[in-house]
Each structure stands twice: as structure tokens, then as C-alpha cells.
């Protein structure tokens, strides 16, 4: 067992905790030895050459956003990944909400607040990468309550988009759900390509 496997599994999931059942997956995923012990992974990448094809990375912005696996309960997300591929890079933006730069849920309460600072914190996501909003060309946003923040979501976003004179707009789809906060009023992820 290395560090790398121990400090990854150990903490988060507590060797001495599992049932017989999860016990049976992480052995059968490669994580557990037989006898129970946590193992080291072998990267696939490690045994074979993949070329250059796609690089990628993630993507930061201390400034506005910390990264969620900071946050006083961890969650395994890059805040985006950067891939280039040929001539052409991709920018996946994650789910991203009115979080800031110490992982506190901000304007809780204010759907107009929220709506803003999520557009303000994936500007910030964009920018370092060489992107603006005229390279996203998709966005998923999530409404905790969609029928009564809609209305008001959408006026922010067509006042952004024409603030930032957008042509042609990205598409785009709306959906109500459960936010892993219940603070969380609106996240949204984009998809830049350029």
C-alpha cells in the first residue's frame, strides 16, 4: 500500500467501515487486494504510449472560487477541464454556483445575486484560458425552483448575453433540480470551444 492509495481511500471511505458488499466492488475495481488491503493503482497510461492526441488540465480561479475538494466536506471535481485536441481546444466548464473563494455559499436568499455571481465566477473560469463567453457554446442551467425563478434568471441572462453582444447566442438548455446545497438557488456549466 503507497501514501497515495492510503491518504485516497482510507479517509474518505474508512477500510474498517464497509460492508461485505462494498468490500466485493472496490476489490472487484481494483482498489482492495484480496485479502482487504488497499492497493496501488496502475495507471493504463503508465504501461502503454498514448500520444499527444488530447491533453488536458484543469482549470482554476483561486481568486473568485476555491476548489471544491477544499471544501470543510471534499468533492472530487475539477472546476474545469481544458482539453486540446489538434488545433482546437475545449474548455468543460463544471457545475458552478454563488460559491466563493473560501467554498461559502454567497447572497443566500437572492436568486438575482447568485445568478450574477455564477456568471461572474465563470467569467473568471474562462479568462485565464484565453476564453470569453463568445466561445461558450453550451450551457446547462439548473434552477432549484424553476417555475418561480425562471422569469427572472432569464431576464438576467438575455441582459448578460446582450451586455456582452453575443451572436449567436449558445445553446442552451434549462432544468429544475435538487442543488447539492440547500442554499443553492441556480448553478450552471458551460462548454467553450476555440
Known sequence: MTDCVASAVEPWIGLDC???GERDELTKLGLLSTDGQAREYEHPALAMHRGDAIRKRAIHA???LNEAFHY???SSFSRGLRL???GVTVLLISGTASIDENGATIHVGDFGAQCWRTYRNISRLLEPEGATWHD???TTCYLRD???DYEKFNKIRTSFFRWLCLDPLPASVG????LCRGDLLIEIEAVAIF
Open 18 to 20: 464497509l460492508t461485505e
Open 62 to 64: 483561486p481568486e473568485v
Open 72 to 74: 470543510a466536506k471534499p
Open 84 to 86: 486540446e485536441i489538434g
Open 136 to 138: 461558450v457554446v453550451r
Open 146 to 148: 424553476i417555475e418561480r
Open 175 to 178: 432544468v429544475q433540480t435538487r
